[in-house]
């Protein structure tokens, strides 16, 4: 009996460690990059370095400075006072609230779904990373659980699916559910260094990268719009969009991003998408699930 | 059996490998100069390394048009001997049309299409540099 509980304990620990060495430099990486963010953001001091182009009064005037940690799961809002009092302004009567409801409804009514996911509060879980399948974003499991229930209508954009996405998020973060991806085998690691090194990689016929925008570019202006950060970029979906007038998935949005690059969009149930959409939710790790949104 | 997938894999790859080596070589002001090449050499160039971004998933796309429709214009307005292109795309299910100039056309298709190959193999060398922690120091 003795025996038997050493090896059970020394199976689990081994599990523990392999897991764990699965992700260490997924780890580094997340601590780096919210160092990065925590150091940018600290000080108006650091203005001139990171923000060449700003104008003294956005400055002194539009930016919070000192933001740290967990307040990034408001994306550019933390730190745009402007457009964060506007979006406060929205969220006093969400635009999203019968998409919660209607997701209520369609996890209640749609058959299989509750056996597919026995527990709404699961926003944070996702992407995950399955033996045989690869990466499995939210999107994904639900148009699955749909299709094999022979549902159809279900996109893994918008509609049906976002609103099923917004009661998942909706729940999660009334449970104070935190993002909680994990790297649990060889395999995992190389899909989120694939999705890393797409991030970084300068596509389409402005050579601008994910990261031009949303790590070196995070906090400047394009337009009238404050570029948001990575760090904190998948805490917030499904998102609310104005210029949508609609809900929709991260899915969704990546490919906009993906076309403004000047590159002929890569599907939404890409390898190329969900991988991404992998190295994006780890980069989030730890910091409170805090969908559905507005965005503009 | 194995192995011939094996080399049938192998081979496409080293194909690949191939075309993005090639571009990489190119001088695109060069190569894609209509009035020096003229519409058709500078065409060929483009037939030649699009269908090799579109394979690789970094064609190039401006204002709803993908390279390949520029190929495909180009190429019917050079065997109907005409100066402009008409381009026919959809954004959104609604049906759109624009015409440009062939020379603007051409050059613009095979810029795009050795570009999308030269980025990719640059990305190999340059991607690092924009990670925090790793190759972008702050």
Same mark, same amino acid.
């Given at each position: 009996?003795?025996?038997?509980?050493?090896?059970?304990?020394?199976?689990?620990?081994?599990?523990?460690?392999?897991?764990?060495?699965?992700?260490?430099?997924? =780890?580094?990486?997340?601590?780096?990059?919210?160092?990065?963010?925590?150091?940018?953001?600290?000080?108006?001091?650091?203005?001139?370095?990171?923000?060449?182009?700003?104008?003294?009064? +956005?400055?002194?005037?539009?930016?919070?400075?000192?933001?740290?940690?967990?307040?990034?799961?408001?994306?550019?809002?933390?730190? =745009?006072?402007? &457009?964060?009092?506007?979006?406060?302004?929205?969220?006093?009567?969400?635009?999203?609230? =019968?998409?919660?409801?209607? &997701?209520?409804?369609? #996890? +209640?009514?749609?058959?299989?779904?509750?056996?597919?996911?026995?527990?709404?509060?699961?926003?944070?879980?996702?992407?995950?990373?399955?033996?045989?399948?690869?990466?499995?974003?939210?999107?994904?499991?639900?148009?699955?659980?749909?299709?094999?229930?022979? /549902?159809?209508?279900?996109?893994?954009? @918008?509609?049906?699916?976002?609103?099923? +996405?917004?009661?998942?998020?909706?729940?999660? @973060?009334?449970?104070?559910?935190?993002?909680?991806?994990?790297? !649990?085998?060889?395999?995992?690691?190389?899909?989120?260094?694939?999705?890393?090194?797409? #991030?970084?990689?300068?596509?389409?016929?402005?050579?601008?990268?994910?990261?031009?925008?949303?790590?070196?570019?995070?906090? /400047?202006?394009?337009?009238?719009?404050?570029?948001?950060?990575?760090?904190?970029?998948?805490?917030?979906?499904?998102?609310?969009?104005?210029?949508?007038? &609609?809900?929709?998935?991260?899915?969704?949005?990546?490919?906009?991003?993906?076309? !403004?690059?000047?590159?002929?969009?890569?599907?939404?149930?890409?390898?190329?998408?969900? +991988?991404?959409?992998?190295?994006?939710?780890?980069?989030?790790?730890?910091?409170?699930?805090? &969908?559905?949104?507005?965005?503009? | 059996?194995?192995?011939?997938?094996?080399?049938?894999?192998? $081979?496409?790859?080293?194909?690949?490998?191939?075309?993005?080596?090639?571009?990489?070589?190119?001088?695109?002001?060069?190569?894609?100069?209509?009035?020096?090449?003229?519409?058709?050499?500078?065409?060929?160039?483009?037939?030649?390394?699009?269908?090799?971004?579109?394979?690789?998933?970094?064609?190039?796309?401006?204002?709803?048009?993908?390279?390949?429709?520029?190929?495909?214009?180009?190429?019917?307005?050079?065997?109907?001997?005409?100066?402009?292109?008409?381009?026919? *795309?959809?954004?959104?299910?609604?049906?759109?049309?624009?015409?440009?100039?062939?020379?603007?056309?051409?050059?613009?298709?095979?810029?795009?299409?050795?570009?999308?190959?030269?980025?990719?193999?640059?990305?190999?060398?340059?991607?690092?540099?924009?990670?925090?922690?790793? $190759? *972008?120091?702050?």
């Amino acid at each position: 009996m003795k025996k038997k509980i050493i090896a059970s304990l020394l199976l689990g620990s081994f599990a523990l460690l392999s897991a764990n060495s699965f992700s260490t430099q997924a =780890d580094k990486d997340r601590k780096a990059l919210q160092a990065y963010f925590e150091k940018k953001f600290a000080d108006r001091k650091n203005a001139s370095t990171y923000f060449p182009y700003s104008t003294k009064d +956005e400055l002194d005037n539009n930016f919070k400075w000192g933001i740290k940690g967990d307040e990034f799961r408001l994306g550019s809002y933390a730190f =745009d006072k402007g &457009g964060r009092a506007q979006h406060d302004e929205m969220m006093d009567m969400p635009p999203f609230e =019968d998409n919660i409801d209607n &997701g209520k409804e369609l #996890y +209640e009514k749609t058959p299989g779904m509750k056996k597919c996911f026995p527990n709404p509060a699961i926003a944070g879980d996702y992407p995950k990373f399955v033996k045989g399948k690869g990466v499995v974003t939210i999107s994904d499991a639900i148009v699955s659980c749909a299709k094999d229930n022979k /549902q159809k209508g279900w996109k893994l954009t @918008k509609g049906k699916t976002a609103d099923l +996405e917004a009661y998942f998020a909706n729940a999660s @973060k009334e449970k104070g559910k935190k993002i909680n991806v994990v790297i !649990n085998s060889k395999e995992a690691a190389a899909a989120y260094e694939r999705g890393k090194k797409e #991030y970084y990689t300068q596509r389409g016929y402005l050579e601008l990268s994910c990261a031009t925008c949303h790590v070196q570019g995070a906090g /400047q202006r394009v337009r009238n719009d404050i570029l948001s950060p990575l760090f904190g970029h998948t805490t917030h979906f499904p998102v609310y969009r104005l210029k949508w007038q &609609g809900l929709g998935t991260l899915e969704r949005r990546i490919k906009g991003c993906n076309k !403004n690059q000047g590159e002929t969009p890569h599907k939404p149930g890409s390898t190329w998408t969900k +991988e991404l959409i992998y190295f994006m939710g780890y980069m989030s790790n730890g910091l409170p699930v805090d &969908g559905p949104d507005i965005r503009k | 059996m194995k192995k011939i997938l094996l080399a049938s894999v192998l $081979g496409l790859s080293i194909a690949s490998a191939g075309l993005v080596e090639d571009a990489a070589k190119l001088d695109v002001k060069k190569v894609c100069d209509v009035k020096a090449n003229g519409a058709a050499k500078v065409l060929a160039v483009a037939k030649k390394f699009n269908p090799e971004a579109i394979k690789l998933g970094v064609e190039f796309k401006r204002l709803g048009i993908r390279n390949k429709l520029y190929v495909k214009a180009v190429e019917e307005a050079i065997k109907a001997k005409k100066k402009e292109v008409v381009i026919k *795309y959809t954004v959104k299910k609604k049906d759109k049309v624009k015409k440009f100039p062939l020379d603007y056309a051409a050059w613009r298709t095979c810029t795009f299409a050795v570009r999308a190959l030269q980025l990719h193999k640059e990305a190999d060398k340059t991607w690092r540099l924009a990670v925090p922690g790793d $190759g *972008y120091k702050f």
